[in-house]
């Protein structure tokens, strides 16, 4: 499976967009991108997954690039429950692989 | 619906000692799996359950043993209790291997 890249650490403001990046530059062409985010010690949260198309949900976006080496997750209203660490995921064969993430603050 | 249910939430065991932490699905799921997160760390596969019937490795098999059940259960058994394996252990389940997981709450373990 592609490895990600991620920043360790991002802040936005309360009401703003959070617009957090992932590099995937190895991805492969069966290979999805996955985000899940964690809040506090709870266990991980589905967010949304995509192939290649932008993908939106009632929690937020996927806009993919056109060469699928980078992916960027949009929170629209970023709210204090959106602090979290938010894990990009690329993946292909069964198991789901874990990085170190980003820890999003969102400040008031 | 509970969705992942794991059993117990904390534990703390002395070196050398077994146990098995429990973890049951109720959304009818395939495949199951088992991680375990280390302080400030990303969570790190241990073993998997493609299916009732099989298990494999994941990135950290070693020290633990796992056993599927049924359809619902998938449980991870640590033989000796080292030190090492303190950390907090995560159950999930997936409805097939491009699906979405579904996680527990999971079971925060210490070994003194």
């Known amino acids: 499976d592609a490895k990600t890249t991620q920043p360790p650490s991002m802040d936005c403001a309360e009401g703003r967009a959070a617009n957090l990046p992932c590099n995937h530059s190895t991805i492969s062409g069966n290979e999805y991108v996955y985000w899940y985010r964690q809040i506090h010690s709870q266990g991980p949260q589905y967010i949304i997954h995509?192939?290649?198309n932008n993908e939106t949900n009632e929690m937020a976006s996927l806009i993919i690039t056109e060469d699928r080496k980078s992916s960027t997750l949009i929170l629209p209203h970023a709210t204090l429950r959106d602090t979290a660490v938010y894990y990009c995921i690329v993946k292909g064969a069964q198991k789901l692989v874990f990085g170190q993430g980003t820890r999003l603050t969102i400040n008031p | 619906n509970a969705g992942v249910t794991q059993t117990p939430k904390f534990q703390v065991l002395k070196t050398g000692q077994s146990m098995t932490l429990q973890c049951a699905q109720d959304?009818?799921?395939?495949?199951m799996y088992w991680y375990r997160q280390d302080p400030g760390m990303g969570l790190r596969l241990i073993y998997y359950s493609a299916s009732e019937g099989t298990t494999d490795k994941g990135e950290v098999p070693n020290g633990y043993n796992v056993s599927r059940l049924n359809k619902r259960e998938f449980s991870l058994r640590l033989e000796s209790a080292a030190p090492s394996q303190t950390s907090v252990y995560f159950c999930a389940c997936s409805q097939g291997p491009n699906e979405k997981l579904f996680f527990g709450s999971g079971t925060q373990l210490s070994v003194l």
């Open positions: 995509g192939l290649k």
């Open positions: 959304m009818n799921h395939n495949s």
